[in-house]
């Protein structure tokens, strides 16, 4: 029923033309055993590692995710492949590996992947948090589609794959949830959708990011107990008070195209400050202005 699912909202056609070839890191979860016959069907050639299902191994491999993606990257330059995919033992997170070698995660992979839609000619609305860099709104735009800002939770992405009009959720760690298909996050269909999108564009990841509006992303955290975070936020709102600012989630401040948000996380004793800007030194500046401030409120609140 999946695997049926899955090929149906695959344009199979225009995958099988390129016959990719993928090395595909699957942490010993059970996408090793489920995905390489879809991709096989769609004309992949698929490279496997750590394919096997180990139940006590796919965790550590998480943990070890940094020296696997070094050892992957140097798998796909050696191979000639076209892409390269580490896949997390729950198979949701997705990191993407360019034929250059170059790691694509996080907020860079959210960008790349809204770019590939819009490439492709896609319509519709992208659902994504409200850290996410505004590269997306400003692409999106130019291609007559909208960009949904959602809270940073998992369950606010997917509910808003619920709305007819929005084409993809995606999220700051990798999660992608392709409505058309299921309104989950999936990296099994995640790969596919990937390798379908670039057999439509008919060019490379590197390609395609190169043409992609720059901006300066920066973030940073600053632990932060649980009992101290609400008044964090009270000290935000206050600052906030006489200046442009959005509550969806964390309070976000705007500066005309740039911003900075105070955002503590949800499960971790952290407060996640985050800063954009056209010019580097602007995003530098707030980056730090706002690490400043949290710190001072923190001395104040103990």
Not at 47 to 73: F, H, V
Not at 118 to 137: H, M, Q, R, Y
Not at 144 to 160: F, N
């Amino acid at each position: 029923f999946y695997r049926e699912g899955f090929l149906r909202s695959i344009d199979r056609d225009k995958l099988k033309r390129d016959n990719f070839k993928v090395v595909i890191d699957f942490c010993n979860s059970p996408a090793g055993q489920i995905l390489p016959p879809i991709l096989n069907d769609l004309g992949c050639e698929v490279i496997g590692l750590n394919a096997y299902i180990d139940e006590q191994r796919g965790p550590r491999k998480a943990e070890e995710k940094p020296q696997n993606l070094i050892q992957l990257a140097k798998i796909v330059a050696s191979l000639d492949a076209q892409a390269g995919f580490w896949l997390d033992p729950n198979v949701e997170e997705v990191a993407l590996i360019d034929e250059t070698g170059r790691l694509y995660e996080g907020a860079e992979l959210l960008v790349l992947m809204g770019n590939l839609l819009l490439k492709a000619g896609a319509k519709g609305a992208f659902a994504v948090p409200v850290s996410a860099p505004s590269t997306i709104e400003l692409t999106a735009h130019q291609k007559g589609c909208s960009v949904r800002r959602t809270k940073s939770s998992d369950r606010a992405m997917i509910e808003a794959t619920f709305s007819p009009e929005v084409i993809m959720a995606g999220s700051m760690d990798g999660k992608f949830a392709f409505p058309q298909f299921q309104a989950a996050f999936d990296g099994m269909f995640t790969i596919a959708k990937t390798l379908e999108l670039l057999a439509a564009v008919d060019t490379s990841f590197s390609r395609i990011m190169a043409e992609i509006p720059s901006r300066s992303f920066l973030q940073t955290r600053l632990p932060c107990v649980l009992e101290m975070k609400g008044g964090i936020m009270r000290k935000m709102s206050e600052d906030s008070l006489d200046k442009d600012a959005s509550f969806i989630d964390g309070i976000k401040v705007h500066f005309g195209e740039d911003w900075a948000l105070v955002l503590p996380d949800q499960n971790r004793p952290l407060v996640h400050i985050i800063a954009e800007a056209r010019e580097l030194k602007t995003a530098t500046r707030l980056l730090d202005e706002y690490r400043h401030k949290v710190e001072n409120w923190k001395k104040e609140l103990a």
